[in-house]
């Protein structure tokens, strides 16, 4: 089983990224998909989750607005589009995956979005 995120990197503040998760080994349409991050000294939080068939999303107050999760699930592939980043928004974000049913759960290794001018 393994969770890849990738696209994490240094941007100026107002300026947008786009993180993809990389699912393999499980059932990836039959699992809800989230965001988290975790900023240094704070405990990790939720950002934004997608169930399994794409239908419902939901945000952290902090970030509606300006982040979008989506996936594809011809590709395994969940995603979180940032956009008019803030400093705040600097962290370590990781993707997880849960079933509904089973609650089997898997985290990715998480990547640094850093925002700073």
């Known amino acids: 089983v393994q969770l890849v995120e990738s696209g994490g990197g240094l941007v100026q503040p107002g300026g947008s990224l786009r993180l993809s998760c990389a699912a393999s080994?499980?059932?990836?349409?039959?699992?809800?998909m989230s965001w988290y991050r975790q900023a240094p000294g704070k405990e990790r939080e939720l950002v934004a989750i997608?169930?399994?068939?794409?239908?419902?999303?939901n945000y952290a107050d902090s970030v509606k607005g300006r982040f979008t999760i989506s996936r594809d699930n011809t590709k395994n592939t969940v995603y979180l589009q940032m956009n008019s980043l803030k400093p705040e928004d600097t962290a370590v974000y990781y993707c997880?995956?849960?079933?509904?049913?089973?609650?089997?759960?898997?985290w990715g290794q998480g990547t640094q979005v850093t925002v700073s001018s």
């Open positions: 997880y995956g849960r079933n509904p049913y089973t609650r089997r759960s898997y």
């Open positions: 080994g499980f059932t990836f349409s039959s699992y809800d």
């Open positions: 997608i169930t399994s068939a794409g239908g419902s999303t």
